[in-house]
């Protein structure tokens, strides 16, 4: 599913003394099965440009084009669930949303939601279950029994067997320990690879959108300032200083070992590329 954004703009407390223009204007495309960074300064506006894009926020001005259907200041309910059955979002700790008796009924209530029948809702939900390493013996227990990291997978099964289009991840792995950072993150992937779904992570770490998507949005004050390949931007450390981004560490690393001469074909994207680029460069200047 293709979502454009026309002349959005997005006005919190609308002809109060309290009105805050949080986006300004904003056309943009999100196209189908791209995985998108959306990056910027605190209260930049990700979070209010990511809820507009699955209808949990509609647009005081401008327009969204979901596919087929058109979101408005005054949309309908009807087009807004639909929109919201296409659109998955991963919330900032999602675990705080578990609430039913056990993990399956947790993970199957979405799918339910969206209209599903019980014996494919349980299937839906034991499959992604299972592709979240939750095994088998948990899914009669309590989902508050369960780890914090075990909490955030059920949570995030939850999201995922409503089978998506558009998979939305708000700071997903805020508060995670490095392991499961790591495993968060790659799981992401693989469904984006796998499920060909369109991924849109917003996220402080720039070491993360460096390194899994492919296009990056940067908003600043409310506006849409800059939009292109990752390995464009992200390697621009004078376009990242001007919006106080910090530039991806491998980045970083790459351009301090520049300047003392120790020059790479191309900036690397991880660690293992990297130390590829310098194996190479240290057997072409032995
Ligand atoms: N419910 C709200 N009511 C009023 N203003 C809000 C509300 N939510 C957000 N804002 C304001 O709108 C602007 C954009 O907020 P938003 O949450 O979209 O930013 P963000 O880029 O997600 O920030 P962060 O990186 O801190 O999560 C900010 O100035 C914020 O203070
Ligand atoms: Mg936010």
């Known amino acids: 599913?293709?979502?454009?954004?026309?002349?959005?703009?997005?006005?919190?407390?609308?002809?109060?003394?309290?009105?805050?223009?949080?986006?300004?204007?904003?056309?943009?495309?999100?196209?189908e099965g791209v995985y998108y960074g959306i990056i910027g300064h605190t209260g930049s506006g990700k979070s209010t440009m990511i809820q507009t894009l699955?209808?949990?926020?509609?647009?005081?001005?401008?327009?969204?084009?979901?596919?087929?259907?058109?979101l408005r200041r005054k949309s309908?309910?009807?087009?807004?669930?639909?929109?919201?059955?296409?659109?998955g979002m991963v919330f900032q700790f999602p675990e705080h949303q578990l609430f039913e008796e056990t993990v399956l009924k947790d993970v199957m209530f979405g799918p339910k939601n969206m209209g599903m029948d019980e014996t494919v809702a349980q299937e839906k939900a034991e499959y992604y279950l299972?592709?979240?390493?939750?095994?088998?013996?948990?899914?009669?227990?309590?989902?508050?029994?369960?780890?914090?990291?075990?909490?955030?997978?059920?949570?995030?099964?939850?999201?995922?067997?409503?089978?998506?289009?558009v998979l939305i991840l708000d700071e997903p792995t805020a508060g995670l320990d490095p392991k499961s950072h790591i495993e968060t993150m790659a799981l992401f992937k693989r469904i984006h690879q796998e499920m060909g779904i369109t991924v849109?992570?917003?996220?402080?770490?720039?070491?993360?959108?460096?390194?899994?998507?492919?296009?990056?949005?940067?908003?600043?004050?409310?506006?849409?300032?800059?939009?292109?390949?990752?390995?464009?931007?992200?390697?621009?450390?004078?376009?990242l200083?001007?919006?106080?981004?910090?530039?991806?560490?491998?980045?970083?690393?790459?351009?301090?070992?520049?300047n003392k001469g120790i020059i790479f074909d191309s900036v690397p994207r991880n660690v293992e590329q990297f130390t590829e680029l310098y194996e190479e460069w240290r057997a072409g200047n032995a």
């Open 1 to 31: 599913m293709r979502i454009t954004f026309k002349n959005l703009t997005s006005i919190y407390h609308q002809n109060t003394p309290f009105e805050h223009l949080a986006l300004n204007d904003i056309n943009t495309t999100f196209e």
């Open 200 to 239: 849109i992570l917003v996220t402080h770490d720039m070491n993360d959108v460096y390194e899994y998507t492919e296009y990056v949005k940067i908003l600043s004050g409310g506006h849409l300032v800059r939009e292109g390949r990752t390995t464009d931007l992200l390697t621009d450390e004078k376009l």
């Open 76 to 87: 309908k309910q009807k087009d807004i669930h639909r929109v919201k059955k296409h659109v």
């Open 241 to 258: 200083e001007r919006f106080a981004l910090e530039p991806p560490d491998i980045v970083k690393l790459t351009h301090d070992l520049e």
């Open 54 to 70: 699955n209808g949990l926020l509609l647009p005081s001005r401008g327009e969204v084009h979901a596919g087929d259907i058109l």
């Open 130 to 165: 299972d592709l979240l390493n939750i095994d088998a013996s948990l899914f009669q227990s309590s989902p508050f029994d369960l780890s914090g990291g075990q909490m955030r997978k059920v949570a995030i099964a939850g999201i995922l067997a409503m089978e998506p289009e």
